[in-house]
Antibody, heavy 118, light 112 residues
């Protein structure tokens, strides 16, 4: 069974940093692109970033470029999102997602809430 | 960036009646590989999104056949032939043809 479990969310002050993790199981982690998607409270979905199987390609939405870094550890079946210079508008539930049979994703985690507030 | 526009944003429907959601893209979603990467997701309250339809019209295994997708180019539609209570939630289209991938605003399906 495919499982994606996010962690690392919490309350952080504007300008602060946070590192999200996504632990994966039930599939060959190193064979698939992985994605972060976020959802602000009561709002719609926003694609944030994705990373190639071997980490050699990474793409970001403009609003997080230069502030967020996506990475992965294939040996530990883990996906990460390093977030810095956080802003109030980064407040959201962050989901990790993978596309095993369907591009770009057909499995989602439950999400982790990041709140940026003073 | 490709802008995805869904209509309506809210859809009150009577149980057993059909529902239809439109999704239009600001440019063609035909990829250079010939595929059209337009997917439909359902998000029930308090749940992560769930994929229903991929590449315009392909139903994911396990998705009830009352859900269907159609369209081409820039104009796409999700139809529910007979709405059931479990269909309540927000429906999103997403284009995965061109980075950054972009979602529609979401359509809230509710029962009258």
């Amino acid at each position: 069974e495919v499982q994606l479990v996010e962690s690392g969310g919490g309350l952080v002050q504007p300008g602060g940093s946070l590192r999200l993790s996504c632990a994966a199981s039930g599939f060959t982690f190193s064979s698939y692109w992985l994605t972060w998607v976020r959802q602000a409270p009561g709002k719609g979905l926003e694609w944030v970033a994705n990373i190639k199987e071997d980490g050699s390609e990474k793409y970001y939405v403009d609003s997080v470029k230069g502030r967020f870094t996506i990475s992965r550890d294939n040996a530990k079946n883990s996906l990460f999102l390093q977030m810095s210079s956080l802003r109030a508008e980064d407040t959201a539930v962050y989901f990790c997602a993978v596309g095993i049979q369907i591009w770009p994703f057909d499995y989602w985690g439950q999400g982790t809430l990041v709140t940026v507030s003073s | 960036d490709i802008v995805m526009t869904q209509t309506p944003l809210s859809s009150p429907v009577t149980l057993g009646q059909p529902a239809s959601i439109s999704c239009r893209s600001s440019q063609s979603l035909v990829h250079s590989d010939g595929n059209t990467y337009l997917n439909w997701l359902q998000q029930r309250p308090g749940q992560p999104p769930r994929l229903l339809i991929y590449k315009t019209s392909n139903r994911l295994s396990g998705v009830p056949d009352r859900f269907s997708g159609s369209g081409a180019g820039t104009d796409f539609t999700l139809k529910i032939s007979r709405v059931e209570a479990e269909d309540v939630g927000v429906y999103y289209c997403i284009q995965a043809t061109q980075l950054p991938y972009t979602f529609g605003q979401g359509t809230k399906l509710e029962i009258k």
